[in-house]
């Protein structure tokens, strides 16, 4: 069965720091995962895309790596911002997009 | 147009009446997705149509749910008596080249679908 697990589920963090979210998946076949930042009331953005090969991605601040051995993913994300406040989800793809729960992260001044 | 849009962007229904949800994708996407995210859930595909056919339908949860596709573009998905569990976000997407590893799916804001 197909599986996403996040982690924390949702976090707190003052304007600046850094902070990572991780991901463990379970899909079958595996092409690719990507991680998307979803704003309140707004439908997903795409930030990385990694294929097998990939052990890591950077987008700006963001920074996603990918064990494909271990099916384990993380986004790290550097000096955040208050604009950074939103849900990061973790998309294994299979045949289709594999969505996680994601993780809500809020950034205080 | 600059990227997918949604409407209505709010709806409000009673139990037992039909709904009609609508996606405008990007110009030339030929990939047009629709999925479902409850409170609190991640994302459930729903349908996936490629032009104006629907090659995976496997998400529809029930026969109530029916989606098409015309002319390659607008997509309509249908919700026939509506249940109170039907109460989500409806999220559209599209892509240009969805047998491309890299290809990525543009989402359009969602509809919220209230059904009282």
């Known amino acids: 069965k197909n599986q996403v697990e996040q982690s924390p589920q949702s976090l707190i963090i003052l304007e600046g720091k850094n902070c990572t979210l991780q991901c463990n998946y379970t899909v079958s076949p595996f092409s690719n995962l990507r991680w998307y930042k979803q704003d309140t009331g707004r439908g997903p953005v795409s930030l990385t895309i990694?294929?097998?090969?990939?052990n890591t991605k950077s987008n700006g601040r963001y920074t996603a790596t990918l064990d494909a051995d271990t099916k384990q993913s993380s986004l790290h994300i550097t000096a955040s911002q208050l604009s950074d406040s939103a849900s990061y989800i973790c998309?294994?793809?299979?045949?289709?997009?594999?969505f996680g729960t994601g993780t809500r992260l809020q950034v205080f001044p | 147009g600059a990227g997918v849009s949604q409407s209505p962007s709010n709806k409000v229904t009673e139990k037992g009446k039909d709904v009609e949800l609508r996606c405008d994708p990007i110009?030339?996407?030929?990939?047009l997705y629709w999925y479902r995210q409850s409170l609190g859930q991640g994302l459930e595909f729903l349908i996936y149509?490629?032009?104006?056919?629907?090659?995976?339908k496997s998400g529809l949860p029930s026969d109530r749910f029916s989606a098409e596709r015309t002319g390659g573009s607008v997509s309509t998905l249908t919700i026939q008596r509506t249940q109170q569990e039907d109460s989500a976000v409806y999220l559209c997407?599209?892509?240009?080249?969805?047998?491309?590893?890299?290809?990525?799916?543009?989402f359009g804001p969602g509809t919220r679908l209230t059904v009282l």
């Open positions: 149509f490629q032009g104006n056919s629907a090659p995976d």
């Open positions: 990694m294929t097998f090969s990939e």
């Open positions: 998309v294994p793809h299979t045949d289709k997009l594999i």
């Open positions: 110009s030339g996407h030929t990939a």
């Open positions: 997407a599209s892509s240009l080249a969805p047998g491309r590893p890299q290809d990525t799916q543009y």
